[in-house]
């Protein structure tokens, strides 16, 4: 079973900066795509930034220049720098991992999510 603990959310004011940090752990072989994503208040899970295994990066248009994500493939850990945060930016944030683990001599294939940090901006 793999486990995706989070870490670093909190209450900040607007224009200030949060790292959120999601670290995996469990029988697996390798994990491809890492991501986080949010749900605000009355909102739908959205996207907010994916990473490859090979460092390859993507954003929500809403967060470019103001979020960072990165990953340590020796801790199987994700992170994700906030800087310049605004109030629409509070919700709870979710890490997701793409994994590959091995199932009676076959390779299988799950995404799991974290538990959840609540990220709460004051104007």
């Known amino acids: 079973q793999v486990q995706l603990v989070e870490s670093g959310g909190g209450l900040v004011q607007a224009g200030g900066s949060l790292r959120l940090s999601c670290a995996a752990s469990?029988?697996?072989?390798?994990?491809?795509?890492m991501g986080w994503y949010r749900q605000g208040p009355g909102k739908q899970r959205e996207l907010v930034a994916v990473i490859s295994s090979g460092g390859s990066t993507n954003y929500a248009d809403s967060v470019k220049g103001r979020f960072t994500i990165s990953r340590d493939n020796a801790k199987n850990t994700v992170y994700l720098q906030m800087n310049s945060l605004k109030p629409e930016d509070t919700a709870v944030y979710y890490c997701?991992?793409?994994?590959?683990?091995?199932?009676?001599?076959?390779?299988?294939?799950?995404?799991?999510w974290g538990q959840g940090t609540q990220v709460t901006v004051s104007s």
């Open positions: 997701l991992a793409d994994v590959r683990f091995i199932v009676s001599w076959n390779i299988s294939q799950n995404n799991y």
């Open positions: 469990g029988k697996m072989i390798r994990i491809n795509d």
